[in-house]
């Protein structure tokens, strides 16, 4: 199980001023990413070392996202003034989380401008919508190359602070969590109003530790 990506959903701003200031902060740049057909979002990449990525993400006016519980997710969190939106691990198998969630995995989707595509399967966004301290899973079925996680850079995800439970994220995920996944610090705190992430650590070269 890899901590794959963290989301970021766009505010008032939009997209392109959101994926700017993050990645003046963090020292870096961002890359157009793409849109998703059946979710009726677009997004901006910002690569991350260890195989992460940083998707900031915004809706667009698309049928697909009046039903898709992504494109849903996006729009209500961007009305609420963007900003962190939720997170995702990857596994080389969905099956056995399909069938502990009693719960069929839906095909995902990006264009790059570029025309490539992109594909992969995800399981588990309602429940990141019901609760957001839970990522969703992701299972990339494109060859590795044209993944995001496959952008190289010296940018470091040190630690995401989720306001949640670590009993809850352990049934989620169907392991034992405490401090750490995948190399990756978590900071768990008693919940104050909605659970979810609250704030995310970055290591940058160019700027030393970035919290946002």
């Not at 392109?16 to 993050?22: C, E, I, S, V």
């Not at 839906?106 to 790059?112: H, K």
């Not at 496959?150 to 809850?168: F, H, K, M, N, P």
């Not at 900071?187 to 946002?212: C, D, R, W, Y």
Request: glycine share 10%; net charge negative; charged share 20%.
């Amino acid at each position: 199980m890899h901590v794959d990506h963290i989301i970021f959903a766009s505010g008032p701003q939009g997209i392109n001023a959101d994926a700017a200031h993050l990645a003046e902060r963090l020292g870096t740049s961002f890359r157009e990413g793409g849109f998703h057909p059946r979710f009726g979002t677009r997004n901006h990449i910002i690569p991350l070392a260890d195989a992460r990525y940083l998707e900031v993400v915004e809706v667009l006016d698309h049928p697909a996202a009046e039903k898709a519980p992504f494109g849903q997710a996006v729009r209500a969190r961007s009305e609420m003034g963007g900003g962190w939106l939720g997170w995702a691990v990857s596994v080389d198998d969905i099956t056995p989380f399909e069938t502990r969630l009693e719960r069929p995995a839906a095909p995902g989707s990006r264009q790059f401008p570029d025309g490539r595509h992109l594909e992969w399967c995800q399981l588990g966004m309602k429940g990141l919508m019901a609760d957001p301290q839970l990522p969703f899973f992701l299972q990339w079925i494109s060859e590795a190359l044209l993944r995001p996680t496959a952008l190289v850079s010296d940018l470091r995800l040190a630690q995401i602070q989720i306001s949640g439970s670590a009993e809850r994220l352990s049934e989620w995920l169907g392991v034992p969590v405490a401090d750490r996944l995948d190399g990756v610090q978590l900071q768990l705190i008693a919940p104050n109003g909605h659970p979810g992430i609250t704030q995310v650590t970055f290591e940058s070269p160019e700027k030393g530790t970035v919290v946002i």
